[in-house]
Nanobody, 126 residues
């Protein structure tokens, strides 16, 4: 089992920055690929970013590429999502997710992830 707890959400203005954190605990959490997803009201949960268990590969949705950066610190069992140049359309609940090291499917689909946090709300005002 892996437990995930997100933090760092809040209310900001367009153009501001936020850094989300996802603290992981449980067995061998450092061997999991970690992802961030978001869900806006009335919309499906969508992929934001993912980072491989080694940290050597990162993946981003086109809508956030160049503005968001995912990173991980395995010594702290924490994954981060640095969000810069925030836009009102980034408003959503952001979820951290984990998938095991033997997963061979798409990191872009929420269906492949085994563990989820409770989410942290990000609101960007115009």
């Amino acid at each position: 089992q892996v437990q995930l707890v997100e933090s760092g959400g809040g209310l900001v203005q367009a153009g501001d920055s936020l850094r989300l954190s996802c603290a992981a605990s449980g067995r061998t959490s450092s061997s999991y690929t970690m992802g961030w997803f978001r869900q806006a009201p009335g919309k499906d949960r969508e992929f934001v970013a993912a980072i491989s268990w080694s940290g050597g590969s990162t993946y981003y949705a086109d809508s956030v590429k160049g503005r968001f950066t995912i990173s991980r610190d395995d010594a702290k069992n924490t994954v981060y999502l640095q969000m810069n140049s925030l836009k009102p359309e980034d408003t959503a609940v952001y979820y951290c997710a984990a998938v095991g090291p033997y997963y061979s499917g798409s990191y872009y689909s929420p269906a492949g992830y085994d563990y989820w946090g409770q989410g942290t709300r990000v609101t960007v005002s115009s």
